[in-house]
């Protein structure tokens, strides 16, 4: 925790300055660009990796960047992608899946999670990304495979599928690889991200 306060008082004294006339703005203003989905793994650092400001990216992060396909019962991501999208009028939306992710990891390698049921239950909405990997324990496969299963899963979330019709938002699938810092950006792969 000492690093944590240490952080804080570090930030006051040499970020917050520098960026003071941006925090002002922010102050009455949030206007955010890009919905960005990603894993909650410490590791992946949305506004690092993106080269964004504070106040660029709405962030949600869930345990293997899963977004569950749409119900009438609301959710937490449900209710920040609603928000998101239809008061904040975000203009693009990135799933971003990453290398060596522990989700996506335990569910290609079959681990045990009888341990850690409201992750087992929680990974069940990588179920379609599982059904579209062929060759079983292949990590890297699974990652973009559920990237692309969680993209369908965000247009059937009613604000997404309207924005969508109306062409006011696009939709982006992309794997951050943590060893080389680079990002794939899986449209460029072929047309699976036609949803
Ligand atoms: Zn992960």
Known sequence: MQDLTEGVARFQRDVFPAKAELFAHLATHHTPHTLF???????????????????????IRTAGNLVPAYTPEADGVAASIEYAVAAL?????????????????????GHDLSGAPAVAAWLRHADASQAHTTAAGDVPALVRQ??????????TH????KALAERKVAL???????????VE???????????
């Open 185 to 195: 950006d899986l449209a460029a792969a072929g047309p699976a991200l036609a949803v």
């Open 37 to 59: 989905i990603s894993c909650s793994d410490a590791r992946v650092v949305p506004e690092l990796i993106t080269g964004t400001e504070p106040g660029d990216l709405f962030v």
């Open 146 to 155: 559920n990237v692309l299963a969680q993209l369908a899963n965000l247009a």
């Open 89 to 109: 009028g975000v203009k693009d939306i990135v799933v971003c899946g990453h290398s060596a992710c522990g989700a996506m990891t335990a569910l290609a390698q």
């Open 158 to 161: 009613p604000s997404v599928a």
């Open 172 to 182: 982006h699938g992309w794997v951050y690889d943590i060893p080389t810092g680079r």
